[in-house]
């Protein structure tokens, strides 16, 4: 029982303490893809679809504070999690709600649980290196962080589908904070991250080509859809 005469002391509270403003940092990107692949579902299914995939998003992100050391040994991560977050990105700005049938909604449920996922497992590695720092080494620690993190998450993806269904344009603003968060993962990748840093200024070009690929590509794409296919109809009644 030493772990329990642990949890009093002043060094763990504020470690705990830490973990806490991290994950409340940290979880906004995640909480803009869970409300992004929620969005078009039918309202019934919509807190279910966050709930369970928070829920999924969370297994995997133990299993990555788990295995985090050799995560970081495999070269190239970061570079590959950042192109798929930029696919991800325009495929949820582009995501219509027409599937939507009698057997479209299971579907689509289980896809937007697999995209929730697979999302929080690309974006999750700076957030798992920012609390397995802060952890030092506690498994106790590292558990009630994730598990904190949970309703963070939903409460967080709840309230950014709520903007979404009042304000349209907040599809492409979240849209463009996953396109951020990827142009940021590409160019910290161990890998490159020394030549990106001796030209800053294709660092910035990266942002603007990848805005630009992405929401401009994720308008056209919408644009020439009928009105109910589009992100900007998803206002549906509470």
């Known amino acids: 029982m ?24 940290l979880a906004g990107d995640n909480a803009i893809v869970i409300a992004l692949a929620a969005r078009n579902l ?7 679809a966050i709930v369970w995939g928070t829920v999924g998003a969370v297994i995997v992100r133990t299993l990555m504070t788990l295995t985090v050391v050799w995560l970081l040994k495999i070269p190239g991560l970061m570079l590959v ?7 991800i990105a325009f495929k949820l700005l582009t995501a219509g709600d027409e599937d939507h049938g009698a057997h479209g909604s299971d579907m689509s449920f289980m896809a937007a649980i697999k995209t929730i996922v697979i999302a929080d497992a690309v974006m999750g590695i700076d957030n798992v290196l920012a609390v397995a720092g802060a952890a030092h080494g506690s498994f106790l620690l590292v558990v009630l962080g994730l598990i904190i993190s949970v309703p963070i998450m939903v409460w ?6 709520r903007l979404m269904r009042r304000f349209g344009f907040i599809i492409y603003v979240g849209a463009g904070i996953l396109v ?5 993962m590409v160019t910290g990748e161990p890998l490159v991250s020394a030549w990106f840093d001796a030209h800053a200024w294709v660092v910035w ?3 603007a080509v990848g805005l ?17 296919g589009g992100p900007l109809s998803a206002e549906r009644p509470d």
């Open 2 to 25: 030493e772990w329990l005469s642990d949890i009093f002391t002043t060094q763990f509270l504020f470690a705990l303490a830490s973990i806490v403003v991290i994950d409340m940092v």
């Open 42 to 48: 039918p309202p019934r299914l919509q807190t279910r």
């Open 81 to 87: 999690g950042g192109l798929a977050l930029l696919w």
């Open 156 to 161: 967080g993806s709840t309230l950014v589908l």
């Open 180 to 184: 951020v968060t990827a142009v940021k």
């Open 205 to 207: 070009a990266l942002y």
């Open 212 to 228: 630009a690929a992405v929401l401009g590509g994720g308008y056209l794409v919408v644009s020439r859809r009928p009105a109910s």
